[in-house]
């Protein structure tokens, strides 16, 4: 049998990711005793256990509290590793939990796996584990992830990463898609269906980019940048020359585009796309406006275009968005 270790780190963090890994995986275990006569008398796969460096952790102002079954110390070995979702006090959750950080490098270098759930790959990265590997977390915390771990290839699109036994997921609830996604790497394919069923999760669902809002990248210290990205949302439906724009500043365009995309991690072009396709998703949630006059409004011309950018963007075509996120339309 192996041994899983779903994580309670101190401080703020996120029960819901505690609870469902733990509901989830402990019903996987009883299907697969139970399905298929080939499987009678069959072990469970996993052995669960809730692990921490303190006795108790208090959620919700001690509303809900979680007793973890072990400390840490007391595992020598295990198989796999489940970091929950942090909430937004990343800096002080990290200092109060140096030995779990410690103790996850240990593991993982002994042979465990790791996954880390939305904003808990803020503490899976402080081990440096994730230097030089591909790596998601919750959109809206993606700038200060960056800003943070720089070594660290962020794919704030993606919704799973898998690389060398090193898993991460986008945010909030879609952890639920990790842990029905590592259920078939371990058990297989009917007991992740089986469990995707009961709990009622989208399987096979890879991309986050339908729910992310984009709100500018203006985590960084560059004045001239913000100015430009400033001028770009006040432009928004119109076509922007960036040459005309880094003339303004008494920038040459290539310095230009090279302190843009240091401070946004976007191109000035890719940040004027990111503005103007986040207004058309807002005039397809909410208005009866059709493809083509939302597409005029933000400033295209060409379908073709539109629909692709839109596509990159969000992952969906503008029809299915409208489709998707307008009752109306």
Known sequence: MKHLTILVPNGENNLSSIVGAYKIFSRANVYWKKSDSHRTGKKEVFK??????????????????????????????????IIPSLNHNYEQTVEQNKALIQWIEKQYKGGAEVASIC????????????????????????????????EVNLKADQLITDEKGIYTNGGAYSFLNLIIYLIEK?????????????????????????????????????????????YIENKWNE???????????????????????????????EYAQRVKIESAKRAFESSRKTINEVMYEVGYSDVKAFREVFRKITGLSPLEYRSKYNREG
């Open 48 to 81: 669960i256990e809730l692990a921490g460096i303190s006795k108790k952790i208090d959620f919700h102002e001690g509303l809900f509290t979680v007793k973890p079954h072990t400390h840490i110390s007391e595992i020598k070995k295990t198989n796999l590793i």
């Open 119 to 150: 904003t808990g790959a803020f503490l899976l990265a402080s081990s440096g584990l994730l230097n030089g590997k591909s790596c998601s977390t919750h959109w809206s915390a993606a700038n200060k992830f960056s800003t943070r771990f720089p």
């Open 186 to 230: 371990y058990y297989d394919r009917s007991t992740a269906i089986y469990c995707a069923k009961v709990f009622q999760i989208e399987i096979d669902r890879h991309s986050q980019s339908p729910f992310s809002i984009f709100t500018g990248q203006k985590q960084h210290d560059d004045d001239m940048v913000k100015k430009a990205q400033t």
């Open 239 to 269: 076509k922007i020359s960036f040459e005309q724009l880094s003339a303004q500043f008494a920038v040459g365009r290539r310095n230009f585009d090279r302190r843009f995309i240091k401070a946004t991690g976007n191109t000035p072009l």
